[in-house]
């Protein structure tokens, strides 16, 4: 009889190495180079959303993003997969479109990743590069700013 605790561990490390080749994945889709997106307004805000079938054109006729995926990406199907494992790993959700309004998006609790859904992006991408360049403007505005009060022996 085992304990267990070292096919938990097992199971959690696996869960882990999932996670970060879909959060490469991910990075890749909303990097420069990744999927085109549509705006609409959720709950207020601005948001970036896409249909589930423009993401397995993506995935199908990008050689690239096979560099990125998970596992290959070869037919429709195995797109779908990866939207699946987008949701499951919480980096989209699934929206409803408004009738009235077609740029009013409201989020909705079914999970299930289908061709002609739409999808909102809950994550923004890497930031370092972003916080990078917010670290550098806030130096070089408190330097602009301080400049006439440095004394002179500086």
Not at 119 to 145: A, C, E, H, K, S
Request: aromatic share 12%.
């Amino acid at each position: 009889m085992t304990c267990g605790v070292s096919s938990c561990t097992h199971c959690f490390s696996q869960e882990e190495a999932e996670f970060k080749k879909v959060k490469k994945m991910a990075d890749f889709l909303r990097g420069r180079k990744g999927m085109p997106v549509r705006q609409a307004i959720e709950m207020g805000k601005r948001v970036e959303f896409f249909r589930g079938d423009k993401l397995g054109k993506f995935l199908l006729n990008n050689a690239v993003a096979e560099r990125y995926c998970p596992s290959p990406v070869t037919e429709k199907a195995h797109a779908i997969d990866m939207g699946k494992l987008l949701i499951h790993h919480g980096f989209i959700h699934r929206s409803n479109r408004d009738e009235r309004n077609k740029k009013v998006l409201q989020p909705t609790q079914d999970t299930e990743f289908v061709a002609d859904g739409y999808y909102t992006w809950m994550y923004d991408g890497p930031t370092t590069f972003r916080n990078f360049l917010t670290t550098l403007l806030i130096i070089g505005f408190t330097g602009l700013v301080c400049y006439p009060i440095w004394p002179q022996w500086i």
